[in-house]
């Protein structure tokens, strides 16, 4: 695995002061995410055409809202069946359920390269940026991180396996987004006291020594990074992005 994982972001985006200070750093809300079909499966009624399928997925909304009456269990699956607006209907229901079950997690977005020109030009605020690099080894928060997975394809996601695939609804990505080979903490309010993923406002605490590094792009103004950090975190390493010369390639100088 990586001992390091780094995170790219505007300079003004996450005060540094409050990093050093409150040794904590801002958890993404999935809704905000570049990608937008980030977080936001679809469930494609069509995949119900089988009859496996379309029972597993009517038994499976009943097992999660009974109705009282018998009956009326005989009256939903018999509309679920026969009439598509109404299945259409109970699906778009679900799907916006599971969109704001997943928005109530936030989310902290790494990669293990802090050299990438299109992550600095994307996520570094055009290279005046700064970015982060945490120690991965013996971290309990970063031992957390989530390797994305990147597809060609749209998943088959079905409601009934939407437990199941919980993790891979969170973790899978069009393979367009591959040059970020994102590594993901997802963090959440419902974990016990004393997780380390456990959130503390918007916020994912970091474990003492966890932040190794802060990387200034290469137009980004080092001087004034230097001053913060010197003043609120003395001897924490300040490094430079730099261009190669001759060469479509960026290095770190320090």
Known sequence: GYTRLFNYERLNSEPLPAIFRDQQVYGSTPATLHDPWDCKPSFNPAFLQQPAEMKQCIAWFLSCAPFPDPDEDAKFENLFRTEAAYRNGAIER???DIHNEIGK??????????????MWAHYGDSHQGICLEFQVDNNPVFQNTWEINYVDVYP???PQRVESHAKEIILT??????????????????????????????????????????????????EEVTRIVSEHAPGLP???????????????NG
């Not at 997690?105 to 299109?118: A, D, E, M, N, Q």
């Not at 994912?204 to 802060?214: M, N």
């Not at 300040?238 to 770190?252: D, E, F, G």
């Open 238 to 252: 300040v490094k430079r992005i730099v261009q190669v010369p001759y060469q479509y390639k960026l290095m770190i």
């Open 156 to 158: 088959k996601w079905l």
């Open 173 to 222: 990505k069009s393979n367009h987004w591959r040059y970020e080979h994102e590594f993901r903490i997802l963090a959440s309010p419902y974990v016990p006291d004393g997780n380390p993923l456990k959130l503390a406002g918007d916020f994912i605490k970091l474990p003492p020594q966890a932040l190794a590094s802060i990387i200034v792009g290469y137009k980004g103004n080092y």
């Open 94 to 96: 679900l799907t916006r």
């Open 105 to 118: 997690r936030k989310i902290y977005c790494l990669t293990p390269c802090p050299v990438s020109p299109l």
